[in-house]
């Protein structure tokens, strides 16, 4: 079993920023592609940044410039830095994960942005 645990959400005002974390753990032999998304209430969940296990990166245009992902292979942890926070960032971010062929996604952890 794999568990993908998400950490770093909160509160935080317009132009601030936070640093998501998420951590893999369990029976894990290899991770390839990790990512964020979001679901903000009403809305569809949504891709904001993808990582490959070479390091390659694709982010969702309304973060580009704002957001960065990052991962530790040897920890089996992956990273969503925050930058210049929106209204509109406001959501449940999730972390999913490719682990060993199968997908995984974590529980999420909220994200809310105030004016």
């Known amino acids: 079993q794999v568990q993908l645990v998400e950490s770093g959400g909160g509160l935080v005002q317009a132009g601030g920023s936070l640093r998501l974390s998420c951590a893999a753990s369990?029976?894990?032999?290899?991770?390839?592609?990790m990512g964020w998304y979001r679901q903000a209430p009403g809305k569809q969940r949504e891709l904001v940044a993808l990582i490959t296990n070479g390091g390659t990166t694709n982010y969702a245009d309304s973060v580009k410039g704002r957001f960065t992902i990052s991962r530790d292979n040897a920890k089996n942890m992956v990273y969503l830095q925050m930058e210049s926070l929106k209204l509109e960032d406001t959501a449940v971010y999730y972390c999913?994960?490719?682990?060993?062929?199968?997908?995984?996604w974590g529980q999420g952890t909220q994200v809310t942005v105030s004016s």
């Open positions: 369990g029976r894990i032999f290899s991770i390839n592609d």
């Open positions: 999913k994960g490719q682990v060993d062929s199968l997908w995984w």
